[in-house]
């Protein structure tokens, strides 16, 4: 129970708690560069307003480049925690409640539950591991622990007991644990002490304490002391309760615990059970299939299949092999084979929201959503998104949330489209669909405002008047071969590749954005296309290219 109540110390506050962080602990940076410090309300995304906390006057959410929240570090490692990777390419953590005729339920971290057809999801993969380091079940003091590799990214807990309640009684002896870390050629230590004073406090000392937050908690009735970090960010806890958090001193090397020796009467210290845990570095997941899903066990293995059921302990899947049971702990991810999703609009403040950070998670994706904000109020926001439908999201579990635009968000699909003819094993989608793509859309004839074609694209050619002169297949661009082109119900609005200045690799995709004359819409349904051009030196070959994203942005006027 320990090691699980540890491995889900989500929410670390940096001070407070409720609506007093929603009140002081946000940020905002308006376009002009200044820093506000505040909360965010609002009944409507009309009404969406930051109020700075000196009597400035409040700013509307659409104004601002973005809103900030105390960095808190999120232990969402082992257990039963999953990563659920939407077909959108956004991230959220949680845990899986069932797998049932191809409906997935899940409680995600800061959303709630969750059911949602197994079209809107690309995977359901298993966040980093963890590894044993030293493990101590009692201590003998001192202690004096030397790693035998350094550990960049880890846990390290212990636990303590209670102290006397009865004044007249001997309390427990104070005790000091070092933390001691490499940083290059510097060596640094982070020490959290035990001390009296009346009664049993704990408290931390950490080098260049400037950059930290930091507070004393009293014990009252023992429990873990934990220290979280990984190569940016650094938590130290008691329980649930946080000591201290500010950056990574470095690599863990060594871990030393004394007894204060000043009481000769005073028992030894109640302190038990260390342990050293480094969290492992999460491998890519591999390509989903088209055909397929794909179960990626821990080994590096593949089973291809269709997913029958699934609970929080394993998952079925049925194959060439018959049905086979499959444990989550044997399993790295289950990847869902690409079908079309079912996307609804939503309308609102369309924002990026990016979530707290995952502990080990610095080399990993961050977890993130785009969607709608409606209304803000203490310490929720309520949002629409176009997969999760409408939600109250807790304000503690944000990180940053970035404004895009107010209107209505139409995605246009939340399939990876990969346009060309050849297989590309680097894609997210290596199997080509052909050279052209295609869908419909409704239109509000009342809306309002500017409207856009928006997509993210990858490993397209470019060709817009900032293309450097040398780019091999510019010429062909720009004497109409190679091109892939946007059409709105049959009239073509330009190519994506003139919104390229340089190619955009896999890793990076890169947004564009078509304006679409409203004139051109008509109510109800209307129809998208992409279509490709061969290569004029090659014309049976064309640019294979992939767009995630595809979506239609109506902006209202700006006040």
């Excluded at 002391?225 to 806890?237: G, H, I, K, M």
């Excluded at 999201?393 to 990180?399: G, K």
Aim: proline content about 8%; some cysteine; hydrophobic content about 40%.
């Amino acid at each position: 129970m320990r090691d699980r109540r540890l491995l889900w110390l989500l929410c670390l506050v940096i001070a407070g708690a409720g609506s007093a962080i929603a009140e002081e602990h946000s940020r905002a940076i308006t376009t002009s560069g200044q820093t506000l410090a505040g909360r965010l309300s609002g009944n409507s995304p009309n009404e969406l307003r930051f109020h700075p906390s000196d009597a400035q006057p409040s700013v509307p959410v659409r104004h601002l480049l973005r809103i900030e929240r105390p960095e808190q570090l999120t232990a969402g490692v082992g257990g039963a925690w999953r990563q659920f990777w939407l077909a959108g390419g956004e991230c959220l953590s949680g845990t899986l409640v069932s797998i049932e005729r191809r409906q997935v339920t899940a409680d995600l971290r800061g959303v709630g539950r969750v059911t949602l057809p197994a079209s809107a999801l690309a995977a359901v993969a298993t966040p980093a591991g963890l590894e044993d380091v030293l493990f101590r079940p009692g201590i003998s003091w001192p202690l004096r622990a030397v790693l035998e590799q350094p550990v960049s990214s880890g846990l390290v807990s212990f636990d303590i007991a209670a102290p006397h309640d009865d004044h007249e009684a001997q309390p427990i002896s104070g005790w000091t644990a070092v933390f001691a870390f490499q940083n290059g050629a510097d060596a640094r230590e982070l020490v959290v002490e035990c001390r009296q004073n009346g009664r049993s406090i704990v408290r931390a000392r950490p080098p260049d304490a400037r950059l930290w937050s930091l507070q004393t908690l009293p014990v009252a009735d023992g429990g873990t002391v934990s220290l979280q970090f990984d190569e940016n960010r650094t938590v130290v806890a008691l329980g649930d309760r946080m000591i201290a958090a500010g950056p990574s001193p470095g690599r863990l090397t060594e871990v030393r615990l004394t007894a204060d020796a000043a009481d000769d009467e005073a028992p030894s210290p109640a302190v038990s059970r260390l342990v050293v845990r480094r969290v492992l570095e999460p491998s890519p997941l591999p390509p989903r299939s088209d055909d397929y899903d794909v179960a990626v066990l821990a080994a590096g293995d593949r089973l291809f299949g269709r997913l029958m059921a699934g609970t929080r302990e394993s998952f079925t899947l049925k194959g060439a092999f018959g049905e086979v049971r499959l444990p989550w702990t044997k399993t790295r991810a289950l990847l869902f084979h690409h079908e079309p999703a079912p996307a609804g609009s939503v309308a609102g403040l369309v924002a990026r929201i990016e979530l707290q950070p995952v502990l080990g998670g610095s080399s990993a994706k961050p977890e993130w959503l785009i969607a709608a904000m409606t209304a803000a109020a203490d310490d929720r926001l309520t949002i629409a998104h176009p997969l999760l439908g409408e939600r109250e999201l807790a304000l503690d579990e944000m990180r940053r949330i970035e404004p895009l635009f107010e209107g209505r968000l139409i995605p246009l699909t939340f399939e990876t489209l990969h346009l060309g003819d050849e297989v590309r094993p680097s894609f997210q989608r290596p199997q080509p669909q052909g050279t052209d793509a295609s869908g419909t859309f409704d239109f509000d004839a009342a809306a309002h405002g500017d409207v856009f074609f928006t997509g993210d694209v990858s490993e397209m050619e470019p060709s817009s008047t900032d293309t450097p002169l040398g780019s091999p297949w510019l010429a062909e661009l720009r004497a109409g071969f190679l091109l892939t082109e946007l059409f709105i119900n049959g009239r073509r609005l330009g190519s994506l590749n003139e919104r390229l200045r340089f190619r955009p690799p896999s890793e990076r995709p890169q947004q564009i954005e078509i304006p679409v004359p409203q004139e051109l819409l008509r109510k109800g349904e209307n129809r998208w296309e992409l279509r490709q051009r061969a290569s004029r030196s090659r014309p049976a070959n064309y640019d294979d290219c992939e767009i995630v994203r595809a979506a239609i942005n109506i902006r209202s006027p700006s006040e």
